[in-house]
Every structure is written in C-alpha cells, then in structure tokens.
C-alpha cells in the first residue's frame, strides 16, 4: 500500500499480479474470508486509481481452501467470484476470464486434483489498448482455405495467426522449470508476456502490487515497457534483482513464449531455454530506488525503479 499511495493518477496502463490466497504462506497472515477480502478491496481500489484509462488489471487467483489443504471439511471458495464484485462497484469492466491451464499440481484424493487457475480481466472504459496481433498463435491448419463464396481459394484465416481464446495451456513453474526459484507460487513469464504485449504499447508502465520474485519486471522490461513492483519479503526482493541483474547481463534463461508442451510423442518440437539480455545500459525512469540498487558486475549503473 505504502508504494501505491506514493503513485500518480492514471500512471500505469497495466497491472497485473497474482495476489496471496490466503493459504497461510511464508508472505501472507491467513485471515478470515471476510478480512482477506477486505484487504484485497484497499489494494484493488487503489489500483483502479492509478490505472490509466486506458489501461488494464489483471488479477490472477486461484482458489482458497477452507479448513486446509488435507482437511475432509476442507471446501473451496474461487477467489476470482468472491473478488469480481470490488471491480464492479467501482465501475471496471469486465473483458476476459482467462483460463490458465497446466499439468502439474497438488493431487487431492476426495475431489478432482486441480489443474487450472484463473485472470480475471478489466479496463475502465470501452477505450482500452488491446493488441491481438501481438500475441497471436499458430493456426490449427495454416493452409486451410475457402471453398466457396467470394474468396474461394483464398486463406480462411489469419496469415498471422489465430486468436489464442480465453483457455491458455501453459506450464507452472515447478521444480525443473528454467525459471524456477525458491518462491512457492511463482508464474511463468510467458504468462505475463501475452498480458504485456497485448495491454501495452513500448514506453508503458507495468505494474505489480505483489511482484514476488519480479517475473511481471521480467516481462515488461524485456518488450521495453516500464516496471514497478512491491515486495514484502526481503528474500525476494533479492531474488528479484538478481534477476534483473542477469537480464542485464545477457545471462537470464526463460521459456520461449513460441514453446508447445512438451509432448514425448514429438519431442523435436520442443524448443530450448530462451536467453534475456537487455543490455548492460538499459535504463528508465527512477521512482523510488537509487540507480546504485542495480549495479552490475562491471560497476556501471542502470535504472530499474
């Protein structure tokens, strides 16, 4: 909060983050539902203050397990549906639900294991940035073409692609994921990439309110928008500069965006690691950090707020 208060009117055109899920973590003090909500709803509002209006949230949930995770009382409650209303009443629009689907996770044994969460898309208006080119994926059947009608033999459709939907497969970053760090609950940059190109335009603010281990940082910085973030936990903090740094340095490994699921059927389809490098003079606007907070190996300094 002390960061968000300290921000402009209308500064950021994104923001994205995966808040805590009341689960009792390391970062977070496990609430009653009422309180988790009542606490989401001061950051949500002051979110929607900051927020461009032009601009997007992005709130990425899960579900909240009442009474824990192994309990046979236990019952979930999604928090994208107890959370929708904060949005509403203070008149965003609602533009997506996207699925995040993957393949790994905790397997339950008295319900079906869950193996998805979910973004919750708004904008303040009908006047929004939005980009479908940018994030575009291959189609089904490239070659596929009309077979009557005035563009008979013509491509049925987009030469630069397909629409990606509202259901994204997409791995979670688990123990032999590149990106993976000490963070229990991390995403994936790709992830965020599809937010990032599709919301923004270069030169834009991006901003993450629960940034953890800076993969929002990672994938606004490294399509040339700007990044801003908090972090409670000092160990991640660290960790998210030590990211930066890397990225910096030509030396941070990521997922490509482009990369299929691995499939053992078609393992020569899979593609290696991608290498992030943002050059060692990269620089943006200072907010609140000296540029002494980003040095690198060879001791000249860059910007990251």
């Not at 009792?24 to 002051?46: A, C, P, T």
């Not at 005035?150 to 629409?163: M, Q, R, V």
């Not at 040095?295 to 000249?300: D, G």
Request: aromatic fraction near 8%.
């Amino acid at each position: 909060m002390e960061l968000l208060q300290q921000l402009p009117d209308g500064l950021v055109k994104l923001i994205v983050t995966s808040p805590p899920y009341n689960l009792g973590k390391e970062y977070e003090n496990k609430l009653s539902v009422e309180d988790y909500v009542s606490q989401q709803r001061r950051i949500i509002e002051e979110c929607i203050r900051v927020l461009h209006p032009q601009g997007s949230i992005c709130w990425q949930v899960g579900n909240f397990v009442e009474n824990g995770v192994g309990s046979k009382a236990a019952a979930i409650i999604p928090l994208d549906v107890i959370l929708y209303p904060i949005f509403m009443e203070n008149g965003l629009k609602m533009r997506n639900r996207i699925v995040w689907r993957f393949g790994h996770g905790l397997h339950a044994s008295r319900r079906f294991s869950g193996r998805y969460e979910v973004i919750i898309w708004f904008t303040r208006g009908d006047e929004y940035t939005f980009d479908l080119d940018a994030v575009r994926v291959p189609q089904k059947y490239p070659q596929k073409k009309h077979f009557k009608g005035p563009n008979k033999g013509k491509l049925s459709g987009n030469p630069l692609g397909k629409n990606p939907s509202d259901v994204w497969d997409i791995p979670n970053v688990k123990a032999n994921h590149v990106e993976k760090t000490e963070h229990p609950c991390q995403y994936p940059v790709e992830l965020i990439e599809r937010l990032v190109l599709s919301m923004t335009v270069e030169g834009d603010w991006v901003l993450d309110p629960f940034i953890g281990t800076g993969t929002t940082a990672i994938a606004a910085l490294m399509h040339g928008r700007k990044a801003i973030g908090a972090e409670i936990i000092e160990k991640y903090v660290q960790i998210s500069r030590d990211r930066v740094r890397l990225a910096l340095q030509g030396k941070l490994r990521i997922r490509p965006m482009q990369r299929p699921v691995y499939d053992p059927q078609a393992p020569q389809s899979n593609l290696p690691p991608k290498t992030i490098d943002l050059g060692e003079e990269y620089s943006q606007p200072t907010l609140f950090e000296s540029r002494d907070d980003y040095k690198s190996n060879n001791s000249r300094s860059v910007t990251i707020p």
